[in-house]
């Protein structure tokens, strides 16, 4: 496993791999690595001849206040689990690689996408996210790229993204990977103690309450639903809800009355931590 950490060496490492009909799947990270992502690095490994992962905590995605400097950072852990998984590429570039400029003189506006759900309380945040993609394919030039459903609204911009610009990349996305009690893994569940760890478990329990509601009650009413989800989530005292939406998954667009394919999206904070989930309902 090659660890990579300029543009031009990434460029130069995927020339020589590149040899014969092989093609590239990458698998963008901000480390700290979890099922979550090695479920990518998986998929992404059994449908390519090459896999490039990167690691990049991306500064531009982050809003003033939030947790960029201590968002958790583990190179050695996230080393030896890509290394077990034998990956072709690690790319780790640091943040003056990436970013001559600060701010960055040229940079991605992804619209209206990006002000909704998320983007209400992380003004700025997609538009981060998408820079980023785009620099990042530029530079590894994947065939394909595994991104995780966890993060629903950022597969909607990234093929928004990969539709406006032209990138001749496939997005691929993966199922949501959760702990035992359900709770989607994610590297910022590292910053709850003992007790908002065990509370952080009403984020997917309300999604399955909106679920069962939906297919096993046949409520249709997106309000009626919206509002048993909220009682549920704020029965939990350490649960401060951000928003509970019932979008369309192909365009994050809000639905009145409720037509399947559905997706139920949460967002909260559980003591000083943000989280999101979602669950998508399709007909059976
Ligand atoms: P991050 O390091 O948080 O930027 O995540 C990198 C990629 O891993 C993104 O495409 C995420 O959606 C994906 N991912 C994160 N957590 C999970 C999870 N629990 N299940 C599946 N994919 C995930």
Same mark, same amino acid.
């Given at each position: 496993?090659?660890?990579?950490?300029?543009?031009?060496?990434?460029?130069?490492?995927?020339?020589?791999?590149?040899? &014969?009909?092989?093609?590239?799947?990458?698998?963008?990270?901000?480390?700290?690595?979890?099922?979550?992502?090695?479920?990518?690095?998986?998929? +992404?490994?059994?449908?390519?001849?090459?896999?490039?992962?990167?690691?990049?905590?991306?500064?531009?995605?982050? &809003?003033?206040?939030?947790?960029?400097?201590?968002?958790?950072?583990?190179?050695?852990?996230?080393?030896?689990?890509? +290394? /077990?998984?034998?990956?072709?590429?690690?790319?780790?570039?640091?943040?003056?690689?990436?970013?001559?400029?600060?701010?960055?003189?040229?940079?991605?506006?992804?619209?209206?996408?990006?002000?909704?759900?998320?983007?209400?309380?992380?003004?700025?945040?997609?538009?981060?996210?998408?820079?980023?993609?785009?620099?990042?394919?530029?530079?590894?030039?994947?065939?394909?790229?595994?991104?995780?459903?966890?993060?629903?609204?950022?597969?909607?911009?990234?093929?928004?993204?990969?539709?406006?610009?032209?990138?001749?990349?496939?997005?691929?996305?993966?199922?949501?990977?959760?702990?035992?009690?359900?709770?989607?893994?994610?590297?910022?569940? +590292?910053?709850?103690?003992?007790?908002?760890?065990?509370?952080?478990?009403?984020?997917?329990?309300?999604?399955?309450?909106?679920?069962?509601?939906?297919?096993?009650?046949?409520?249709?009413?997106?309000?009626?639903?919206?509002?048993?989800?909220?009682?549920?989530?704020?029965?939990?005292?350490?649960?401060?809800?951000?928003?509970?939406?019932?979008?369309?998954?192909?365009?994050?667009?809000?639905?009145?009355?409720?037509?399947?394919?559905?997706?139920?999206?949460? /967002?909260?904070?559980?003591?000083?931590?943000?989280?999101?989930?979602?669950?998508?309902?399709?007909?059976?």
């Amino acid at each position: 496993m090659q660890i990579i950490r300029t543009i031009k060496d990434m460029r130069a490492f995927h020339k020589i791999l590149r040899t &014969g009909n092989k093609s590239t799947g990458f698998v963008p990270t901000m480390g700290a690595l979890h099922e979550g992502h090695l479920s990518l690095v998986r998929r +992404s490994k059994e449908e390519n001849g090459i896999t490039v992962v990167s690691i990049f905590v991306n500064p531009t995605q982050f &809003g003033p206040g939030e947790d960029f400097n201590r968002y958790p950072r583990d190179t050695v852990g996230d080393l030896e689990k890509l +290394s /077990a998984l034998d990956v072709d590429a690690v790319f780790m570039p640091e943040d003056g690689e990436m970013y001559p400029e600060t701010p960055p003189a040229v940079s991605i506006d992804v619209g209206g996408i990006g002000r909704i759900l998320c983007g209400v309380s992380r003004p700025g945040h997609f538009n981060g996210v998408a820079t980023v993609v785009a620099k990042l394919f530029n530079i590894v030039m994947p065939d394909r790229a595994y991104f995780g459903q966890k993060d629903l609204q950022q597969t909607v911009v990234i093929k928004k993204l990969v539709k406006e610009l032209n990138f001749d990349v496939d997005i691929i996305i993966c199922p949501v990977v959760r702990e035992k009690d359900g709770l989607a893994m994610s590297s910022r569940n +590292s910053y709850l103690n003992p007790e908002e760890r065990k509370a952080a478990t009403v984020l997917f329990r309300t999604l399955k309450l909106g679920e069962k509601l939906i297919l096993n009650k046949g409520m249709d009413n997106t309000m009626d639903v919206k509002r048993k989800m909220e009682e549920m989530i704020r029965s939990e005292p350490l649960a401060d809800p951000d928003y509970i939406e019932i979008v369309d998954p192909r365009n994050l667009q809000a639905m009145q009355d409720i037509r399947l394919p559905a997706a139920l999206c949460i /967002a909260a904070r559980i003591g000083n931590t943000r989280l999101i989930d979602n669950i998508i309902i399709d007909k059976k």
